[in-house]
């Protein structure tokens, strides 16, 4: 009874739109009590937040390797920063913000070290045992490696939820690969892949790409593997550019560097609730349910924006992802992740616990698991011990 009246006072204080994903959630794949204190989406958060391989994001590979230095971002800090703007955009929309802060901070927990490198690297050596992909490593994180509970594996995370997570990049035609990561039917029915997801789900997922590239940018430009001259070509970020440069003799280049991307954000935010509402009005949808039927991406880049962030990605690609350097620490991680998965798949049993090679359906799934599970220095230490 005390968790109904706290939902009910939930649902008149939220004044959630008519296109939110509810307060009231579909349930979970295992059946639980509900929270007297807290709404579904509230407590997949917290679950998340204090699960081990949220705190390991802070030592995991965005673009330079965590070692390098203290002040450059980390999985963990991307993380809280996709979350913040997702939550900006789903209070513009009085969606349900828990749900946008939740998927924000999840998206990205199935990364292994070294970053994108790394996730190369262990798909090459899953290659033949279903590959490997950090947007699948992350539901199988969440549904069976944290082992928190004595009632199910996993952390049983809202169907809301895991739906927004599998849908990081749209809706899913072809679930096999999914249905061989993480074992068929483990969602007993309760996820149709085919739908398009929530409101909330699409929200995380451009609120990443606005987080990416304009905090990429920033990084590259402390780094010094590009300066604010480099930008002025660049459509959009230009005309921000131009106006900051007449500050460079009066301000201190770092204060001018944080309006800049401070800028960039605002924009890249401003575009998409532009286009939300255009597309809300456009296609016209009555409820929530129209949005998972639909075949519509609602929250979306303008022309102008898009053309942006084409630009903005080729520009980053160039100048910091195939700098000479940061490729130096790729292939270092590579070799890293190569040598660790030959040497523990030898004898996995002295390295894996039990419980982690209990829910593996083959060694080599036990080994990918437990080395996408590693942080940057664990990775660098664990090599340099048994090199």
């Known amino acids: 009874m005390l968790y ?68 450059y971002r980390t999985r963990l800090t991307h993380s809280l920063e996709v979350s913040q703007i997702a939550r900006t955009l789903g209070k513009i929309f009085n969606l349900n913000e828990d749900l946008c802060e939740t998927l924000s901070l999840s998206h990205d927990i199935g990364h292994p070290p070294f970053g994108h490198a790394g996730e190369e690297a262990l798909d090459e050596c899953m290659n033949n045992f279903g590959g490997f992909d950090h947007n699948i490593q992350t539901l199988r994180i969440l549904t069976l490696i944290e082992n928190k509970y004595y009632s199910f594996v996993g952390l049983n995370l809202t169907i809301e939820t895991l739906d927004g997570l599998i849908k990081h990049n749209g809706p899913v035609d072809d679930k096999s690969k999914f249905d061989e990561i993480l074992g068929k039917n483990i969602f007993k029915n309760k996820i149709i892949y085919k739908n398009n997801p929530s409101l909330e789900a699409q929200i995380s997922t451009i609120s990443d790409d606005i987080a990416y590239n304009s905090h990429d940018l920033e990084d590259g430009l402390k780094a010094k593997l590009f300066n604010i001259n480099d930008l002025v070509h660049i459509p959009v970020i230009s005309e921000i550019v131009q106006k900051h440069k007449k500050k460079i003799k009066s301000k201190d280049i770092e204060l001018i560097l944080r309006q800049i991307i401070r800028e960039v954000i605002n924009v890249m935010v401003s575009d998409v609730v532009k286009n939300i509402k255009i597309n809300l009005k456009k296609f016209s949808p ?75 359906p083959n060694k080599e799934r036990a080994v990918c698991d437990f080395i996408a599970g590693m942080t940057d220095r664990y990775a660098i230490n664990l090599f340099n011990s048994l090199k």
Request: aromatic content about 14%; proline content about 2%; overall charge positive.
């Open 4 to 71: 109904y009246t706290f939902l009910s006072y939930l649902m008149q204080k939220s004044e959630y739109s008519k296109f939110a994903t509810p307060i009231k959630s579909k349930g979970r794949i295992f059946e639980e009590k509900s929270s007297s204190f807290r709404s579904p989406y509230q407590r997949d958060r917290d679950r998340i937040v204090h699960s081990t391989a949220f705190r390991r994001l802070k030592h995991k590979t965005q673009v330079f390797v965590n070692t390098i230095d203290d002040h």
């Open 286 to 360: 009555k409820n929530v349910n129209d949005i998972y039927k639909s075949n519509v991406n609602y929250v979306n880049f303008s022309e102008e924006l898009l053309n942006f962030d084409y630009h903005i990605r080729d520009f980053l690609k160039y100048k910091m992802y195939n700098n000479k350097e940061v490729l130096k620490k790729n292939v270092k991680g590579k070799k890293i992740i190569n040598f660790l998965f030959t040497k523990i798949k030898k004898n996995p049993k002295k390295y894996i616990k039990k419980n982690l090679m209990k829910i593996s």
